[in-house]
């Protein structure tokens, strides 16, 4: 990734967050199922509705069953757990398991003999937040420990990183106190402290059950949520069937309602990046992490003058995005932004065109994109020179219908 790209998608991420105050409850910003935003403060939650407090302090309440998210811009990202509280806890390596449905747990892996969990197809862990708990292999993304990095790449096979730099690729038969992993027709064993990272070849799922998103950087699904005196009261979907908590609102960063129904654009696939007006080259797109974006909803920076085409998802209706100047250009930016849809085979329709400047730095993007599998969009320099054309899209959001 280009760092001058990069730190410009910050910086314009930064501009676009200023909104939450220093000392107050941080600003909420609600979702329909038109990917309009309204912002306030969270109050509450009911079975039918959700209640926040607007910029002029005035009550008020939202369908619940007509929102989609209500998210903060708080960074978000998962923290793995400190070596002082691994030291009480022999038999527990931290780290943080990422499963194929969106869910994110900091926690410890379990290592230790149970009888219970000592079957192959699954893996134990326990989160602070909703306890021990096992999840079979099949849902497991990925896996990282200690302070490993964590990253995702495209792979059919099962990937195991060890600490020394050494990578196998096969297929992991077991995790628990040792991993097994079959290379070539062969098994190898592998003590678990020898391991940084694994990754699965589990197809990523959405979650049927809401999503929650905490301060530690968990993603935790949810059998239910609502209002409980000063919090919410929860039914973790790993916690089993008898296992509820008390969350406090100031422990939440977000909730998706229907995550099967939001898709960030930054998830899509790319098919094509081009230079235009007559540049040989255009750097690539550069995206901001997903799991330090709200609600997953990462930035994407275009550095043009460049075309970008992506793959909408099955089940595409609208696409929503705030345009923007980067903050750091925002004095001198001059540029045209055009976005489209096209079927899978056929011609672009007559694109929506945008004028960003210094007297408007920001558009609203609301696009419809039933039926359509392409979405193509354009920065364009104009007037003294095309270094000035540059543009992030802020929180460019995909309904998917039902």
């Known amino acids: 990734m280009h760092p001058t790209a990069l730190h410009l998608a910050a910086a314009a991420l930064v501009g676009f967050a200023a909104v939450a105050c220093a000392d107050d409850a941080p600003v909420f910003h609600f979702i329909d199922r038109d990917l309009v935003r309204i912002s306030g403060e ?71 003999d149970n009888s219970a969990g000592n079957k192959a197809d699954v893996i134990r862990w326990r989160s602070r937040r909703v306890g021990p708990f096992v999840a079979p292999l099949d849902n497991v993304l990925a ?84 209002s409980s005196g000063t919090g919410l009261t ?47 080259w255009a750097p690539p797109i550069t995206t901001q992490p997903i799991d330090d974006a709200p609600i997953g909803l990462a930035a994407i920076t275009l550095d043009g003058p460049m075309s970008c085409e992506w793959r909408l998802p099955q089940g595409a209706k609208r696409l929503r995005a705030t345009i923007s100047l980067p903050e750091a250009a925002r004095v001198w930016g001059n540029t045209t932004v055009t976005a489209a849809t096209a079927p899978r085979s056929g011609a672009f329709a007559k694109p929506q065109t945008f004028e960003l400047s210094a007297d408007k730095p920001e558009a609203e993007l609301s696009i419809d994109c039933s039926g359509m599998e392409r979405l193509r969009i354009e920065v364009l320099g104009r007037g003294y020179d095309q270094v000035q054309a540059r543009a992030v899209l802020l929180e460019p959001a995909i309904l998917i219908a039902k």
């Not at 699965?200 to 799922?205: E, F, G, I, N, V």
């Not at 969350?247 to 129904?261: C, Q, S, W």
């Open 42 to 112: 969270l109050v509450g939650l009911g079975d039918k509705s959700v209640q926040y407090r607007d910029a002029s302090g005035r009550s008020r309440s939202l369908d619940r069953g007509k929102l989609l998210a209500a998210y903060t811009r708080r960074h978000h990202g998962p923290a793995v757990p400190t070596s002082l509280s691994v030291a009480d806890s022999p038999g527990e390596i931290p780290g943080v398991l990422r499963l194929a449905d969106g869910q994110l747990v900091p926690g410890f892996l379990l290592t230790g």
């Open 143 to 226: 896996l990282s420990l200690n302070d490993a990095p964590r990253p995702l790449e495209a792979s059919k096979a099962d990937i195991v990183q060890l600490t020394n730099a050494d990578r196998l690729e096969g297929f992991v038969e077991s995790i628990g106190p040792e991993l097994v992993i079959e290379v070539g027709g062969k098994n190898s064993t592998i003590l678990m402290d020898r391991v940084a990272w694994v990754q699965l070849s589990a197809k990523p799922t959405p979650a049927s059950s809401q999503l929650v998103y905490l301060t530690d950087g968990s993603i935790l699904a949810a059998k239910s949520i609502q």
């Open 234 to 280: 929860v039914a973790w979907l790993l916690a089993g069937d008898d296992s509820t908590g008390v969350l406090d609102l100031g422990a939440l960063d977000a909730i998706v309602f229907e995550p099967a129904a939001l898709r960030p654009l930054a998830a899509c696939e790319v098919l094509k990046q081009e230079p235009l007006q007559s540049r040989r």
